[in-house]
């Protein structure tokens, strides 16, 4: 575990998240307005919104949105859903920043409710003590279940929905999914979170990496329909590429990897033998091929009397 002061700086801003639940999304709404250069403030949010009059409420572009400049390179589509994770299950250092990350940013919301604690130290090699001192919540047991504090009554009545348990995310989504989901929010006045997310549009989570990523704009341009049947022609909005909006700690790279690191933690949870069973198969294989040799050379003795 590199950097122990940052788990305990995490561990504020954790709380910090939990508290400003309700008032996040104004602060992040309001952010542009108080920090933002002249010209990007021209694009904030609320002028934005009014103008665009975009298509499809929840799932509609924001800041920035629509108006790409024609031409100069501008049609450059960003293909966000072809992002992978590229996360490596046997990288034991990805896995105790993995765990890291997410006790800090995650936990105050999502539960992992197959993972106990000393066997997910086990696995990642993290001794005792560090186990109890940064990841095991304070006041529970090391041999306890990876539980949030948070109650799905409490999580409905703030999010409008619980977050949900992401024991098994990575295996129902796909490792590029959550990659690409943690990627991808953008700021959007009309949501209750100021933001939006590609790959899940209209999502209830706050972007609550906002902190170490920045908060991007989405920039849209709008494309017809045509009539289809009995479906009239419309029009709707199509992404093509992110804009900083408001800074963030992190470069774009270390983001990248501070998401691979989370990711591949969840990977593991979703299945704690995967590496293990990856580096033994290829004994078993191994150990079948020499074993087809030596069951052919004893056939052949066998049947050398016989033929
Ligand atoms: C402030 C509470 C909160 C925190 C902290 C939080 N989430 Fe969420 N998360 C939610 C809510 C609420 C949902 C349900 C979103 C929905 O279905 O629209 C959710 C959903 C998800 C999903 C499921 C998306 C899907 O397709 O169903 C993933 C994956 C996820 N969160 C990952 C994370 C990760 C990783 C972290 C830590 C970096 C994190 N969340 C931190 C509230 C939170």
Redesign the pocket.
């Known amino acids: 575990m590199r950097k122990p002061p940052a788990v305990l700086r995490a561990w504020l801003v954790q709380a910090a998240?939990?508290s400003c639940?309700v008032l996040g999304p104004v602060a992040l709404a309001q952010a542009p307005a108080a920090d933002a250069a002249p010209e990007a403030a021209a694009a904030a949010p609320a002028d934005a919104a009014a103008t665009s009059a975009a298509p499809g409420g929840a799932a509609a572009p924001a800041p920035g949105a629509v108006d790409a400049k024609e031409g100069e390179g501008a049609d450059e589509v960003v293909h966000w859903n072809h992002w992978a994770a590229g996360n490596e299950i046997n990288n034991i250092g990805s896995l105790q920043r993995g765990a890291r990350?997410?006790v800090a940013?995650?936990s105050?919301?999502?539960s992992l409710k197959y993972s106990r604690y000393s066997r997910v130290g086990q696995d990642l090699s993290i001794p005792d003590d560090q186990l109890e001192q940064f990841l095991v919540t304070p006041g529970d047991s090391k041999n306890g279940y990876m539980l949030t504090t948070l109650s799905a009554a409490d999580?409905e009545a703030w999010?409008g929905?619980a977050?949900?348990d992401?024991s098994l995310?990575t295996r129902a989504?796909g490792t590029d999914y959550?990659f690409q989901?943690?990627k991808t929010f953008y700021a959007d006045p009309n949501t209750a979170t100021g933001v939006n997310n590609l790959a899940?549009p209209g999502?209830?989570?706050?972007h609550?990496?906002a902190e170490l990523q920045g908060v991007n704009a989405g920039v849209f341009r709008e494309v017809e329909v045509p009539a289809q049947g009995d479906v009239p022609a419309s029009k709707k909005a199509e992404f093509i590429r992110f804009e900083p909006y408001v800074a963030g700690r992190m470069s774009e790279a270390e983001y990248d990897e501070f998401v691979r690191d989370?990711v591949n933690f969840l990977d593991y949870v979703g299945e704690p033998a995967k590496a293990k069973r990856i580096s033994m198969g290829v004994w078993v294989v191994l150990f079948l091929l020499a074993f087809s040799g030596f069951a052919y050379l004893l056939k052949q003795e066998y049947w050398k009397d016989v033929k």
Do not use: D, E, R, S
């Open positions: 998240i939990l639940g990350n997410f940013y995650c105050g919301c999502h999580g999010f929905k977050p949900p992401l995310i989504k959550v989901f943690l899940l999502t209830a989570m706050p609550v990496l989370t």
